[in-house]
């Protein structure tokens, strides 16, 4: 069964001037705005959460998700899980993309547990990881332009 999670992106601005603001919010039904922007190397607002951010944290989540999620089921007791994950964005054949997301967790689990049945949680979580499942998704665009 197909599930939607709707949001929005609003930007106001002139992109005549110079600069032009990358600032924009996010939104979705019943949470918080999300600030947005692009990053401070596209001349963006560093304080704000990019696209790049963004992806790669929907990412690291969902695994972390996944996997505590397996481990529960496995009945292996995780105590704790501190991603410091990264996001890396190159330019490969005149083509700049996200060639690389970096996981690097601590998992905390209670004495005792076998290290290799984690390990092998996590490398089993990205098979049921539905974002890093997704990063080869169909975009489909369908613009609306309005005057004024």
């Known amino acids: 069964m ?4 709707p949001f929005a992106i609003t930007w106001n601005g002139d992109t005549l001037a110079d600069p032009y603001t990358r600032d924009a919010l996010g939104a ?3 949470k918080a705005e999300l600030p947005l922007s692009s990053a401070a190397e596209y001349a963006g607002n560093g304080a704000r959460w990019n696209p790049e951010d ?10 972390m998700l996944t996997f505590l999620a397996l481990a529960a089921k496995t009945r292996t007791q995780v105590l704790g899980y501190e991603d ?9 054949e005149k083509v700049t993309s ?12 209670a004495a005792g547990t076998d290290a290799g049945k984690v ?13 890093a499942n997704s990063i080869k998704s169909k975009v489909v665009m369908e613009p609306t332009v309005v005057e004024g």
């Open 119 to 131: 390990k092998e949680l996590f490398e089993k979580a990205h098979k049921y990881c539905f974002v």
């Open 2 to 5: 197909a599930h939607a999670y």
């Open 84 to 92: 410091r994950a990264e996001a890396v964005l190159d330019t490969v």
């Open 98 to 109: 996200i060639t690389e997301i970096r996981l690097r967790p601590v998992i905390r689990v």
């Open 54 to 63: 963004l992806l790669g944290t929907a990412l690291a989540t969902c695994h």
């Open 28 to 30: 979705a039904p019943g």
